[in-house]
């Protein structure tokens, strides 16, 4: 069988009641945006254009509000940048959300802000936490006089956190994320530990809706290793977590297929609400880090108010609808981002040639 199907059903009963509740309360907040939204948008005038712009400014700072006291108060395992991070910090997560939203933001650019969202996403899921434990490198520089120069560096020590690691790659849109989060393993590791990587082919079914949609998992152009995985830490990167299917689809499967992980993480740039708490209600020791909640998703499945389809604005569009295979992806990327991540690289192809 080459699909394997979750539908929307299956996440039916991952919310509490109580979860529900809250979802509703964030649609009625949501819908207040309407009027608003649409009179910044018709809008000719500056006066009536700033108006309406601190009136979107005041609500969306209450749902941002009530985001932060649910998630506080009743999940667990929900790690969001803007609300475990010093105020200092939410300047520059914001500024890379809003160029990472905006249709403006062309390709070349929006690649460079992804390696932003996750270097701080990064930094928040690994670093951060080893604060207090730190470790020294020592550098050789090209200056010889009077002597020759070393600098030494205290960076945090994270060799405990990430030495049993594997990236998880969900494909298209979490291509690159992974090998960038795989790269900052490598460069934090005391001994440029390289992540194996594990290679899922899983969509959604555009066609439908939200409360109808099915999950796809094509084995057949799948590339993993079940024993690379079993008591391993998984490391999943995806710019958007919508719905959650995905992700839990594909635990589910490797659990189906013997497969206990010694725990879960999932790195997203933007993540709804509604994804997040089916994961953590129905997946054991799986945490999310994100660097922004978005409240809602549409009858399609899409986040509110997201950025559009990440993968297209990653990877590009396929051309003549022929999708690309996993290696011509990473060529299309370029030369200057394949150098990059050139260890990342010979590992996935290691993977692909190998399966």
């Excluded at 108060?73 to 475990?84: D, M, P, R």
Aim: aromatic share 8%; proline share 3%; glycine share 4%.
């Amino acid at each position: 069988m080459n699909n394997l199907i979750m539908s929307a059903k299956d996440l039916e009963n991952c919310l509490t009641s109580e979860d529900n509740d809250f979802l509703l309360k964030l649609e009625r907040l949501y819908s207040k945006l309407n009027e608003p939204s649409a009179q910044f948008e018709a809008s000719s005038s500056k006066e009536e254009k700033d108006k309406a712009g601190e009136e979107i400014t005041a609500i969306s700072k209450e749902i941002g509000h009530e985001l932060e006291k649910y998630s506080k108060k009743n999940v667990e395992g929900l790690h969001v940048y803007s609300f475990e991070t010093p105020v200092e910090q939410h300047a520059s997560a914001s500024r890379v959300i809003a160029k990472l939203r905006s249709p403006s933001t062309e390709h070349d650019e929006f690649l460079y802000y992804i390696q932003r969202a996750y270097e701080m996403l990064f930094t928040h899921t690994f670093a951060d936490q080893a604060i207090s434990k730190k470790r020294s490198i020592i550098t050789k520089t090209p200056v010889d006089l009077p002597f020759q120069a070393y600098a030494a560096h205290r960076i945090p020590d994270i060799d405990k956190q990430i030495e049993n690691s594997v990236m998880c790659v969900m494909l298209r849109g979490a291509l690159l994320p992974s090998m960038i989060v795989s790269k900052e393993i490598q460069e934090y590791s005391s001994t440029g530990y390289i992540t194996p990587f594990e290679l899922f082919k899983i969509k959604r079914d555009e066609s439908k809706t939200e409360k109808t949609m099915d999950y796809l998992l094509d084995l057949d152009r799948s590339f993993f290793r079940l024993e690379e995985m079993d008591g391993k830490d998984l490391i999943f990167a995806d710019p958007m977590n919508a719905t959650g299917g995905s992700l839990i689809a594909i635990i589910k499967f490797l659990e189906k297929n013997g497969v206990r992980p010694k725990s879960i993480k999932f790195l997203n740039v933007i993540s709804a609400m509604k994804g997040c708490l089916r994961i953590l209600r129905s997946v054991k020791n799986v945490e999310i880090y994100t660097l922004w909640l978005d409240p809602l998703l549409n009858h399609k499945a899409y986040i509110l108010p997201g950025l559009g389809d990440a993968g297209d604005r990653l990877n590009g569009k396929d051309a003549g609808g022929k999708e690309r295979n996993m290696i011509k992806l990473m060529a299309d990327y370029g030369s200057s981002v394949v150098n990059l991540y050139r260890a990342q690289v010979r590992e996935i192809e290691k993977t692909v040639f190998n399966h």
